[in-house]
């Protein structure tokens, strides 16, 4: 069976996301879906298959605006902690 790229599972996840109300899916690397209370059946296909799944979970508003604080934050202290390193080198 053939095993799709990471990039080609995450689009995926995004259409249905895009085209349901569902919270969660489990998405085989051969693009099969499961939804997330069908765990028997994936444990079932994985064994059957011997390929891997990943659990893609919709993330609300809130999470991905905290994430992205997050990573502005960690850009900013890198940026501040450059500019110390190159006021120090021409100080000296």
Same mark, same amino acid.
């Given at each position: ?22 919270? *969660?899916?489990?998405? *085989?690397?051969?693009?099969? +879906?499961?939804? +997330?209370?069908?765990?028997?059946? +994936? ?6 298959? /011997? ?10 508003? /809130? ?10 934050? /960690? ?5 501040? /902690? ?11």
């Amino acid at each position: 069976m053939k095993k799709l790229s990471t990039e080609a599972l995450d689009t995926i996840a995004q259409d249905l996301f895009k085209n349901t109300r569902a919270d *969660a899916f489990i998405i *085989a690397e051969n693009g099969t +879906v499961f939804r +997330v209370d069908q765990k028997d059946r +994936v444990e079932e296909y994985m064994k059957e298959h /011997e390929i891997e799944i990943k659990l893609y979970e919709r993330k609300s508003i /809130e999470k991905l605006l905290k994430e992205q604080e997050e990573i502005l934050e /960690e850009n900013s202290k890198e940026d501040i /902690e450059a500019k110390a390193k190159a006021l120090k080198s021409k100080q000296a």
